[in-house]
């Protein structure tokens, strides 16, 4: 491993470093854990029953050589734009500001859809929520406060990430112990049903499910003008969040299928699991995890996203508005702004029924093209990354050919919003190119 020079308190952009590792290791798991972990593991059960545990676990093992490429690429870098900056040195504005693009819709649309599910899950305390004037309030709040917290400081963004991502952890690791517990005793439910399936139709489809919901962790790499040592804490966040992550998720799917008699069926898969384990005590706990972790993948967001039009900015494709910083806070005031309008305008508009395959597919793109600048970026600067990993090539190779594997098996009938993002990037690197070709060299 080669050791980066050090870190200063401000970089150049104005920006504070202020993320130490622990705290960007919270982002990444508070980038991935989201509301899928509470619905996701009934139609995995339903797909390979009691060996459905072991799929969450492979998921995360063909996650994990996605990750083990992102960890040798983010070592080479200590600006802000993860995928966008990686992509845009090793092949190019082209490229680069078409993965920037994808990788901003989706961390747009996807927080705006965690604000409605978080008013959904608050319904079950108070079902006016979903009211018209109600849920206005509410999603106002939810996206104003979370504004204001990273409008005036990134730590005290990075603080309340990592609150958040306790207080979500503290749900499920209680689960994850009272299942321990009450399968030890006489009372373990052992169905038939939980025995079905298994064909391999079953087992790639259950992996794939699974693969999506270990997504997200691309998204707390955007922040690296504001980590405190980016070239080596990235890499050591992005496995300890996939660690924790791998352990979470296996051991909450195994909970659902050895306490519920019929998982498969169940709406509120850990709701029901700690009900029948804890009493009403119990789903009430989990309804409170669920707030509490779409709220903190929210303010994950909050923190990270508008990092993305900054970097953008930063580069010369966007206006140099969006690269601003506040004199006092040193933040990027004006994207951070933007961010939290747009994804206050989107959880207004809608839940996003078709943010789903968007947010597959183009992760998936981001994936593959952030793996591929693993070689590219070894030739490029040999010898610049921190944090090497063997046989990168090949674990680069593997990755995007996992990448293409999964985007053959998505329905991409309702993609037109991507092919538009697409369209919509291209242009914007034709606007960038006009000054280049009056310079003649960039």
Known sequence: MIQNSPVSTKGQTGLIRGIGRWSLVALVINSIIGSGIFGLPAPVAALLGNRSPLAVLVAGVAVGVVIACYAEVSSYFTDAGGPYLWTRTAFGPLIGIETGWLLWLVRLTAPAANANLFVNYLAEFWPHAKHALPRFVILSLLIGILAIINYRGVRSGAQFSNLSTVAKLVPLLILIIAGVLYASTSHRVQPSIITAGGGARAWLQAILLFIFTYGGFEGALIVMSESKHPRQDAPFALFAALITCAVVYTSVQWVVVRVLADAAHSERPLADAARVMMGSGGGALVAIGALVSTYGYLGANMLSVPRITFAFAEKGDFPSIFAAVHPRFRTPYFSIVVFALLTWAFSLLGSFSWNVTLSAVARLFCYGFGCAALPVLRKQQPGRGWFHLPAGTA??????AICAVLITRIDL???????????????NWLLIRRPVRKEGRD
């Not at 674990?395 to 995007?400: E, P, S």
């Open 395 to 400: 674990f680069a190779v593997l990755a995007i």
């Open 413 to 427: 009938g309702g993609s037109l919003i991507l092919i538009a993002t697409m369209l919509v990037a291209f242009i």
